[in-house]
């Protein structure tokens, strides 16, 4: 029984030996072979985009001066117009009535004052009575030069070059000085405005960005911006910042500014809708690849390799983004290294072997 105990130990022991060796003998699986870049400093450049409406360089809301049936139209929807021409005609038939009553009045008040004139000369009469007469007089001629001047309000013209908009009322339509909507709008278009927002971490980057110690020389050396139409082609003239406002929205935290652009073959009308381009450069800033970032519950991670081969997640903050690369404000620093690609497959603390390229080839 001893005997075979024994051998059931000495059994036991080999197999366990020659486990033991086998243990020993595996291989450490080699580091993981990764792509990576060295973080340096390069200028960069951002295109912001904002929605925007744009608006004439003049829309005036036309309303005639005086009350009246309409008699003619004379333009259409659409259609470019001069100052000075003739728009719309009112009735004025019950005006050249009342003129016509009116200078009878005059004639009659001028016979008075003239009767009476040698009478207060010869002491016939006081000139009390004179004067009266005079007062009448005057009052006659300031009632038909109002009733000339209606009359003359009821030939509405343009009073500026420009495109006419809506027509809203027809031939026979009794309109006034205060009717809503107006006769109509006459847009100039030779140059448009468009306003967009900026919010305030987007304007103290401007601030910060654009060469200037005041508003009007920052506007002076603001880049030119672009506008983006609807069937998104580019506009063919390239705007300039004009206006910034001074304040900025309590209700929105925003600022709105205005860009210019001429528009000489009248393709952009006043109430349409765009985009504008807004450049943001920089200078010697942190420039990754998008895909060097991993996005890990909100936060943004990169794997950064030291000199010993090792991988250390690091928290980055994001400044702003082209479109393929990162503008980092914190996190890294000048001559780290950081992992392009797999970085799924990596580990806080796992050897690594990198090939090292540049942000080109990534």
């Given at each position: 029984m001893i005997k075979k105990t024994f051998v059931l130990i000495t059994l036991f022991g080999t197999l366990t030996f020659v486990s033991c060796n086998k243990t020993a003998e595996q291989p450490q699986p080699a580091p993981l072979a990764l792509q990576a870049i060295t973080v340096t400093?390069?200028?960069?450049?951002?295109?912001?985009?904002?929605?925007t409406k744009i608006e004439g360089l003049k829309n005036i809301e036309i309303r005639p001066k005086a009350n009246g049936f309409i008699k003619e139209i004379y333009v259409d929807e659409g259609q470019s117009v001069k100052k000075?021409?003739?728009?719309?005609?009112?009735?004025?038939?019950?005006?050249?009535?009342?003129?016509?009553?009116a200078k009878a009045a005059i004639e009659a008040a001028q016979v008075e004052v003239d009767r009476l004139t040698p009478l207060v000369e010869k002491g016939i009469v006081g000139s009390v009575l004179l004067e009266a007469a005079k007062a009448r007089l005057a009052q006659t001629k300031a009632t038909y030069?109002?009733?000339?001047?209606?009359?003359?309000?009821?030939?509405v013209v343009a009073p500026t070059d420009g495109v006419i908009g809506a027509l809203p009322y027809k031939p026979g339509a009794l309109v006034s000085s205060t009717i809503n909507p107006p006769?109509?709008?006459?847009?100039?278009?030779k140059q448009v405005r468009a306003y967009f927002n900026l919010n305030e971490k987007q304007m103290i980057a401007f601030a910060k960005n654009v060469p200037g110690a005041s508003t009007p020389e920052k506007i002076k050396n603001a880049p030119a911006v672009q506008l983006r139409l609807v069937d998104n082609s580019i506009f063919s003239e390239?705007?300039?910042?004009?206006?910034?406002?001074?304040?900025?929205?309590?209700?929105?935290?925003?600022?709105?500014?205005?860009?210019?652009?001429?528009?000489?073959?009248?393709?952009?009308?006043?109430?349409?809708?765009?985009?504008?381009?807004?450049?943001v450069s920089y200078e010697n800033v942190l420039v990754i690849p998008q895909k060097a970032v991993l996005d890990l519950q909100g936060k943004n991670l990169v794997y950064v390799v030291d000199k010993d081969g090792i991988a250390q997640s690091r928290t980055v903050e994001i400044l702003n983004q082209t479109d393929r690369e990162y503008i980092i404000a914190s996190g890294l620093e000048v001559g780290d290294v950081i992992v392009t690609e797999g970085l799924a497959k990596v580990r806080d603390g796992q050897p690594v072997t990198v090939t090292l390229?540049?942000?080109n080839d990534n």
């Open positions: 400093q390069a200028p960069a450049q951002v295109n912001l985009e904002f929605p000075g021409q003739l728009l719309f005609k009112l009735e004025t038939d019950v005006l050249t009535q009342d003129a016509s009553a030069s109002g009733i000339v001047a209606n009359i003359n309000y009821a030939n006769l109509t709008t006459i847009s100039d278009t390239s705007g300039k910042i004009a206006a910034i406002e001074g304040l900025i929205d309590a209700n929105t935290g925003t600022t709105r500014l205005r860009a210019d652009f001429n528009n000489p073959d009248a393709i952009l009308r006043s109430g349409s809708s765009g985009t504008i381009i807004f450049p390229s540049s942000k």
